[in-house]
C-alpha cells in the first residue's frame, strides 16, 4: 500500500487523519470537507443527527483541545515557520507555516507515525 509522509499533510487530508486519530465518526463532503457527527445532538423533529465542519488544521476552536490535551508545543522560528512538538506518547516532531497545521501533524505522527497509506486519504 502507498504511503504518504505526514510532513506532507494540511488542509482536508490533514483533518481527515486528525479525525481518525481522535476516533470521530465522521463523513466527507463531495469536494472536500470532514463533518463530523454529533451523536449527542439528534434533531427530535426529524431524528437526524447534528453534524459540524471539522477543520483542527484551521481552527483553533477544534485543535486547542488536542494542543493541551497530548501536551503539544509550538515554537515559531526567525522565518516565519512554525514547530510542533511532542514527549508523549510516541514522541513527533513538525514543521510548516501555521501553528496549527504543525501542531495536527504532531499529532497525526503522534498516534500513525511518520507514514499515512495513501489510499485511506478521502477516496
Given at each position: 500500500m502507498a504511503k504518504k509522509r505526514v510532513s506532507e499533510l494540511d488542509g482536508c487530508e490533514l483533518d481527515y487523519w486528525v479525525a481518525m486519530a481522535m476516533g470521530e465518526?465522521?463523513?466527507i463532503e463531495e469536494g472536500g470537507g470532514i463533518f463530523v457527527l454529533d451523536?449527542?445532538?439528534?434533531?427530535?423533529?426529524?431524528?437526524?443527527?447534528?453534524e459540524y465542519e471539522y477543520k483542527?488544521?484551521?481552527e483553533w476552536y477544534f485543535s486547542g483541545p488536542i494542543i493541551e490535551d497530548y501536551g503539544i508545543t509550538l515554537i515559531c522560528s526567525g522565518d516565519g515557520n512554525w514547530s510542533a512538538m511532542s514527549?508523549?506518547?510516541m514522541p513527533a516532531m513538525m514543521t510548516a507555516s501555521t501553528p496549527l497545521i504543525a501542531a495536527?501533524?504532531?499529532f497525526v505522527a503522534m498516534r500513525f507515525g511518520q507514514f499515512v497509506d495513501r489510499e485511506s486519504i478521502l477516496h
Open positions: 465518526s465522521f463523513r451523536d449527542e445532538d439528534i434533531d427530535p423533529a426529524t431524528m437526524l443527527v447534528a483542527p488544521s484551521a514527549q508523549n506518547g495536527m501533524r504532531t
